[in-house]
């Protein structure tokens, strides 16, 4: 994201302008200590680490919508807003089987019209929760040399690190779904009441 090095460039271009309005340089900041060695970072942690902003957005934004508009739909044959979470929560399963993780047994066996199968806001809630922390846990420990592993992908070869960036994809997808849904009923996504995004 550039978001945080463009707020550090503008504070630092703050407060260089008064010392160049006066005509001198600005002062130089003491030598800094060696910066510590930054944690070592992996496909799977970044990619964790992304489905988890993703969750805690699209989590947040089902807590916020009003449990009488779980029906709703744009139009016929459209998914409804608990369609679409739904949607959501059964697509870790199903990306996780392609990339091999066991799937809790009770939730294997509800899969199949998963996405139809409540309006109970909570229980929605809850689907969608325990479906990206165990997506998230699964991804998160899965061996390097798996990522490079090709599995068949509707009908061509893909790497799981394809799977994997493909479920990002997805969960993502269906987050900016939901924001369109929530905006149509007047529901301001949660983290940007400050910022009007």
């Given amino acids: 994201m550039t978001f945080p090095r463009n707020v550090v460039l503008a504070g630092c271009l703050a407060l260089s302008l008064p010392a160049f309005s006066q005509g001198t340089p600005p002062a130089q900041p003491p030598a800094a200590a060696p910066a510590a060695p930054a944690a070592t970072s992996t496909f799977q942690s970044d990619t964790a ?11 947040s934004l ?18 409804s807003v608990a369609e679409v979470y739904l949607h959501a929560a059964g697509s870790g399963y199903f990306f996780g089987k392609m990339l091999g993780f066991e799937i809790p047994a009770d939730i294997a066996a509800q899969l199949k019209g998963f996405e139809k199968s ?10 969608l929760t325990d479906s990206f922390a165990w ?49 149509s009923n007047g529901v301001v996504p949660p983290w940007s009441k400050n910022d009007k995004s």
Wanted: charged content about 25%; glycine content about 6%.
């Fill in 135 to 183: 997506f998230i846990s699964q991804l998160q420990s899965m061996p390097d040399a798996e990522l490079n592993k090709t599995v068949d992908f509707f009908g061509r070869p893909a790497t799981k690190r394809v799977i994997a960036l493909t479920a990002v994809s997805h969960y993502s997808e269906h987050l900016g779904q939901s924001i369109a849904y929530a905006r």
């Fill in 62 to 79: 089902e807590k916020a919508m009003p449990a009488n508009k779980f029906s709703w739909r744009p139009g016929k044959g459209v998914r």
């Fill in 118 to 127: 409540t309006t109970d806001k909570a229980k929605i809630g809850k689907a």
């Fill in 49 to 59: 680490g992304v489905l988890a902003h993703v969750q805690d957005q699209m989590v």
